[in-house]
C-alpha cells in the first residue's frame, strides 16, 4: 500500500510539473500579455530569481532545525552506535530520512516558481532540465547543511530535560537568528556592498543558484534576449556561479564527513555539567505568598516559579513581546503615506487596527504559551496533581492566577511603544493596556481550557498538539473577528472609545472562562481509559 | 494493626477494550499491614492502585477505601491516601524543597507545619545539602528519594507505592523499607505496595497477592505461599506459581 501511495504521489508531482502547472501557467499569463508585467518580468527576473531562492534557501534551511530541536531523541543514536554503525553513515542516514518528505514540497513548488519563467522566456529543454536540476540540487545541500547542523546542535545539547528544554527555546529563536540578519541585509545592502566593493548577496549559496537558473533562461531563451545585458547585474558567469554552488556543497559534504566522528561524540548532556542552586525567593514572589497566603499561595510562586525557569517558554513569550513591538512600528511607517492626506476617521480607523493587531499578537502567544504548551508537561505528572484532593482545580487554578500575573509586563510594554508610536494621551494608554491585558487573560483561559480538555502535555509533534494549536488558533480568531464587528456596529452607533474597547475584549474574557470551567472539570474527572 | 480494613474490593474488574486488565479482585487490607502485590508486567498491579487510589474507573465491581466509595468518594479518598505512581512526574524546574512544598499546597499544607517536615524527611533521605538543586541535576534514585518523601509528607492513612524501590540503591531500599515499617507500626499507616522486587517484598509484606494477568491467583503471607508451593524463598515461590522458570538447556538455542 505505502508502496503504491509513494509512486502515485511522485507520478502525481510530475504530471503537476509537466502538464498541470505548464497549463495553468499559460492561462494566467495570457491574461497578462501586452501589459506592463511582461516588461517587469524581462527586467526583474535575476532579482526575482534570487528572491525566490532566498525564501526556499531558508525555509530548507530552518525549518529542519526547528522541527528537530522541539524534542531532542539521542536515545536512538546510542543503540545504532553501539551496534557498528558508523558516524558517517548515520549523517547521511539521517539525511536521507529527509530527503522523501522535502523532496516531494521541492517537486510540487519548483514548477510553479519556474514555469512563468520558462514560458515566458520560452526556455529549451535543455535550459528547463537545467533549471530543475539547481534548484533540487540546491535543496538538497541545504537540506544536508541543515542536518548536519541540527545533528551538532543535538548531540551538544543531549537527551536531558535541560537540553530538552534548551532545544525547543533554540526551535522559537532559530528563525529570529537567521531572518533578522537577512532582513537587516536586504535594508542595508547598498552600504554594505559599497564598503566591500562587491555585491554583498554574491557571498551566498543561495544567490549562485539563482543565477544559474537565471543565466540558465538568458542562455536557452527563445526570445531574442542578449546574455552581454545581463552580466552587469549578475556580475559573475554561469560557470563561475556553478563552480562556487559546487564548491560550497563540497565543502559541507567533507566538513560533514571529517567532523561526524566529533558530532557524535555526545556527553551526558546539560544535567552534568551544570547543577543549578535555588537562592532565597524575591521579595515580588513573596508579595504574591503575602496577598495570597497558604496553601493557593504557596501554589501560584511555585508554578510562576516552574514556568519561567523553561527556556522554552520564556524564548517564546519574548518573540511575542517583540512582535506586538514591531507591529505599531512597521505599520506606523508603512501606513505613513497613506495616513498623510487622509481624513481623522481613516487615521483613527487605522490605529485601532495597529491595536487590535497588537492585542490579537499578544492573546495569540500568551494563550498558546501559559494555556497550550506550558501548562502541564506530561501525564505522570498529571498523575500526582490528581491523586490530590480537587488537585486539578488548585492546580490549574494556580497556573492561571500565575498566568494573569506574568501578562502584566507583556501588556504593558507594548501597550506603552504603541501610545509613544501614535502620540497617544496617558487615558488612551491606559485603555489600550487594559484592552491588551484583558484580551490576552482570555485567550489564556480559553486556551487552557481547550487544553485541559484535550492534553498534550509538551510533545509539541503530537496529533493532539497540533489540534489543540488548530483550535486555539481558530477559536481565538473567530472571537476576536466576532468581538471586532460587534464593535464597530457599536462605534457606528457611539463613538464612544472606552465602549468599543471593552467589547473588543471582554467575549475572550466571557468565553475563556467558559471554556476553562469545562475543561478543567473534564481534567478532573477519573480516567475511564 | 487496629483491626478495621482499609481496603475492601468486591469483584473490581478493568477491561480496556477486548483486554482485560484486572478480573474480578476481591481483597482486603487491614489497617495498618503492609500488603504486597506481586506480579509480572503487564499483570494490572498498576490498573488496580490506580482505580483503588480514585484516578481510574473501574468497568465493573466496587471497592471502599479508608472506609470511602471509591465511585461516590473520591475527593476523600485522595484526601486519606498518598500515592507514588510508577511514572512519576517530577518538575524538573523545581528544587527538592520547591517540589515538597507544591505538593504539600496541594494536600492544603502550608506554613511552618510543612517547612519542619520537609527539613526533616530531606534529612532523613540524606539531601539536605542537595535540596535547593533543581530537581533536574538529580539522579534517578534521588529523585526517587523525593518522591518517596512526597508520598508522605501530608500523613495519610493509606500509601499506595508503585515500584517504590526500582530505582533505588541497596541503601535506599533498606531506608525505605525502614520508614515503611516505622509508619506502620507507630502510626498505624496501611501500605499498598506493587512491587515485582521478591525480596523487598519478602522482608517487608505482611501479606502478599499475586497477580497475573489480571487475575488474584495467591494470596497470603511469604511463609504461607512458599509454603504452599514448596519452595524456597519468595523468588522461586513466585516463579513457580506464575512461570518464567528458566529452562537451561534452550538457553544458548537461538545460535543455531
Known sequence: MRKVASISIVGFGIIWALFIVPNIMELVLAGFEGTGIYVLLMLSFPSLMRSVMLFLWIMLLIYPISYALQEIRIGQWEIMLSNNVSTWDMMFGMFMGKVPIYGLFILFA???????????FQVSILGQIIMYLTVFFV?????FLSNLITTAIQAKLGESSRGNDIAKALSMVVALALLLPMYGLMFFSD??????????????????????????????????????????????????????????TLLVVFLAYVSADRIFSFGAGPRTEKITTIGEENRFLKGIKQVYSGPPGVLMVNSIKEFTRKMQNVSRLIYGVIIAIIIPVILNYAMGSIAEGAPPEVQSLLV???????????AMISGITFGGVGFLESKDQLWIIKSSPNGVRKFAKARIFGSFILIIPMA??????????????????????????????????????????????EDQKSSAFIVNTMVSLFALMGISLISLMAGIMIMMASTDLVLFMLVLSTPMIVIGAIVYVIGVARMSRPDSK | ???????????????????????????EVQRGSVFGLLGPNGAGKTTAVRILSGLLKQTSGNAKVCGFDIDSQRREIKSATGLLPETPGLYSKLSAVEFLEFIGALNDMSGELLNRRIDSLMELMGLDERQNDLLESYSSGMKQKVLVASTVLHEPQLVFLDEPTSRLDPAASALVKEIIEAMAKEMDTTFFICTHMTDFAEDVCETIGILNEGILNTLGSPRDIIDQVGAKDLEEAYLKIVGGQVDRSKLLSWRD
Open chain 1, 191 to 248: 552600504s554594505m556592498s559599497a564598503i566591500l566593493g562587491i555585491d554583498i548577496f554574491l557571498i551566498f549559496p543561495f544567490t549562485w543558484a539563482a543565477d544559474i537558473i537565471s543565466w540558465s533562461i538568458i542562455i536557452f531563451n527563445g526570445i531574442g534576449l542578449s546574455a552581454a545585458l545581463f552580466l552587469d547585474i549578475l556580475k559573475l558567469t554561469a560557470l563561475g556561479d556553478l563552480v562556487l554552488l559546487l564548491t560550497f
Open chain 1, 352 to 362: 485601532m487596527l495597529v491595536i487590535i493587531m497588537l492585542g490579537m499578537m499578544l
Open chain 1, 110 to 120: 519548483t514548477p510553479v516558481i519556474l514555469t512563468p519563467f520558462t514560458i515566458f
Open chain 1, 139 to 143: 535543496a538538497l545541500s541545504t537540506l
Open chain 2, 1 to 27: 494493626m487496629s483491626g478495621s480494613i482499609d481496603i475492601q474490593t468486591v469483584g473490581l474488574s478493568k477491561n480496556f477494550g477486548s483486554v482485560v486488565a484486572l478480573s474480578n479482585l476481591d481483597l
Open chain 1, 412 to 457: 504593558i510594554i507594548p501597550s506603552i511603544v504603541a501610545a509613544i508610536v501614535f502620540g497617544f494621551t496617558i487615558l488612551e494608554t491606559l485603555m489600550v493596556i487594559v484592552y491588551a491585558y484583558w484580551s490576552t487573560c482570555g485567550a489564556v483561559l480559553l486556551c487552557a481550557g481547550i487544553t485541559a480538555n484535550n492534553p498534550a502535555y
